[in-house]
């Protein structure tokens, strides 16, 4: 009778909808989904954060990447150097996913080929070059200071013209960096009209 | 005749002999002894970057520039010495004014801005290293073999 018993259990068990496997088959598979998900998003996140990802458009090898080489943040005696996203993404998630977001403009852009030639990308480099001192300057250097930082900036050891002009407006709080370091990392483009920077006033260049 | 056909064949030794002695004493300039032989390329010097103004060796030499001018964009954007160095700026900057002679064209006429052939400043300015000079140099100074009228100061 006891075998008889146990055995309808066991076949009303099996013969009916289990009531708590869908429950953890959900619980399990959402959480396996929900790793290969995040997991993912965050992988190509980061991959499209790395160097060889921008400068795989022929925009950004052969003009910004190309000016760069010749600059102090490629090259230079301690061989620490700044990659592309180092300065023009924020490391910080938020702001990085928002920068992200405004990237997807540059993705039409490219697919549109607004900056395809030298000569297009040379025609618009004020307004891409003021978009990114716009940028750095409402974060207050951010991205500078994720590296050089003011508390560790030892003016003794500089040159008497880069300590005092740290000490009269980088400590004060008066400037920020970028309102000096314009064009540190890249060609300048025609300097007219911008605050703190002065034309060439060379004459018959007005 | 025989004479001075001798004389003719000998003359190039002589003249060989001579200028082989002039070169043992000239300072060579390029390259080791012989010359096929390959030597180690020297340091590069470092920049001199002390902010100490030098003096000039003669009175018209262009002022040599005692800071670091890496990756100083002079093109037709920017002029980055001319944000130092220009005469607007100078109070702010406490760089030498650049020379009035510079805002003058070829024919001596003032200018209302920086003549353009003065705008490319490292044609004649230039940053110098610590290397020391290859060839001593015995120029002497106006001042140092004349004195001139009200005893030069």
New interface residues.
């Given amino acids: 009778m006891a075998l008889k018993d146990s055995l309808r259990t066991a076949w009303q068990t099996f013969s009916r909808p289990a009531a708590y496997f869908s429950l953890g088959f959900l619980t399990l598979g959402g959480f396996l989904a929900g790793v290969m998900f995040w997991g993912g998003f965050n992988t190509i996140l980061e991959a499209t954060n790395k160097e060889a990802f921008c400068i795989s458009c022929h925009e950004m090898q052969s003009n910004p990447y190309e000016e760069m080489k010749?600059?102090?943040h490629f090259t230079n005696r301690s061989g620490v150097r700044a990659t592309c996203p180092d300065c023009h993404v924020p490391h910080n998630w938020t702001d990085k996913i928002a920068r992200k977001m405004q990237a997807s403009k540059e993705v039409w852009g490219h697919i549109f080929g607004s900056i395809d030639t030298r000569e297009k990308f040379v025609e618009m480099r004020r307004t891409l070059a003021e978009h990114e001192w716009a940028r750095l300057k409402a974060n207050n250097s951010l991205e500078c200071r994720n590296c050089h930082s003011a508390e560790s900036m030892d003016i003794t050891k500089q040159?008497?013209?880069a300590a005092q002009a740290h000490e009269r407006y980088l400590f004060s709080g008066q400037m920020t960096c970028i309102d000096c370091h314009k064009?540190?990392a890249h060609?300048?483009?025609?300097?007219t009209g911008v605050a703190h920077?002065?034309p060439?006033?060379?004459?018959?260049?007005q | 005749m025989r004479v001075i056909l001798a004389a003719l064949a000998a003359l190039p030794a002589v003249v060989m002999g001579v200028t082989g002695a002039l070169a043992v004493d000239a300072p060579r300039l390029v390259g080791p002894d012989p010359f096929n032989t390959e030597a180690p390329a020297p340091p590069i010097a470092p920049d001199l970057t002390d902010d100490r103004r030098k003096t000039r060796n003669y009175p018209e030499q262009p002022p040599v520039i005692p800071h670091n001018i890496r990756d100083y964009q002079i093109d037709k954007n920017f002029n980055r010495c001319l944000s130092c160095h220009s005469r607007k700026y100078t109070e702010q900057s406490q760089a030498p004014m650049i020379s009035i002679s510079h805002y003058q064209d070829r024919d001596g006429n003032m200018l209302g801005g920086l003549a353009p052939r003065r705008y490319f400043c490292t044609a004649c300015h230039v940053p110098q290293t610590t290397a020391n000079p290859l060839v001593e140099n015995t120029f002497r100074d106006l001042d140092a073999i004349t004195t001139p009228p009200g005893g030069g100061r």
Avoid: H, K, V
Avoid at chain 1, 187 to 191: A, C, I, S, T
């Fill in positions: 010749q600059t102090i040159g008497a013209r064009g540190i060609r300048l483009p025609d300097m920077w002065q060439t006033e060379a004459s018959g260049q």
